[in-house]
């Protein structure tokens, strides 16, 4: 997969002094698309920004697993047609963390069950919500001065992303 982007503090508008070293973490995420052209986005509700669904690859896991059980816990719903979109590296100064993502674009397999998600998703109230391309990329332009430091990386990562992917 190529690097679409690499994003540092002084891009997500953020002045943390530099670590000595980062904490190293592989992530997977995905652009899912449903039978309407709509993509799934994760509204952080407390915070007030939106993300893709996705998260951290677990030990003993290929990316592709990773990728698969968190649509699963975070937006109920497994994916076909899966296909590679790019990486982004972020570097975060403030929690000393290098975190490469790998992002994919798929399209919903089935129907949209369940979610399980963790405990500090349900305390950020996240929720599963559908838009199009145009307005998931519209909603994320407007939350780029989010005030959380980690969200403010996030929406950067996440526009990035929904900005390289071809409408289906």
């Known amino acids: 997969m190529h690097v679409i982007k690499i994003i540092r503090d002084e891009d ?10 980062f904490r ?6 995905a652009v899912v698309f449903n039978k309407e052209q709509k993509i799934a986005l994760l509204h952080a509700t407390v915070l007030d920004y939106h993300k893709l669904p996705g998260g951290g690859v677990e030990e003993g896991e290929s990316i592709r697993t990773a990728l698969a059980r968190e649509l699963i816990e975070e937006i109920g719903c497994a994916v076909e047609n899966v296909e590679e979109l790019g ?16 992002c994919f674009v798929a399209d919903l397999s089935g129907e949209v069950g369940e979610t399980s998600l963790e ?19 519209s ?12 969200a403010k990386f996030m929406c950067l990562r996440d526009l990035t992303f929904l900005k390289a992917v071809s409408p289906r």
């Open 24 to 29: 190293e973490r592989v992530a997977a995420r």
């Open 87 to 102: 990486i982004i590296e972020e570097f975060r100064n403030k929690p000393a963390m290098h975190q490469v993502s790998h």
């Open 12 to 21: 997500a508008g953020t002045s943390a002094p530099a670590p000595d070293s």
């Open 119 to 137: 405990e500090g998703e349900i305390a950020e109230g996240f929720e599963t919500v559908w838009m199009s391309l145009d307005e998931a990329i």
């Open 139 to 150: 909603t994320m332009e407007a939350e780029l001065d989010v005030d959380d430091y980690s």
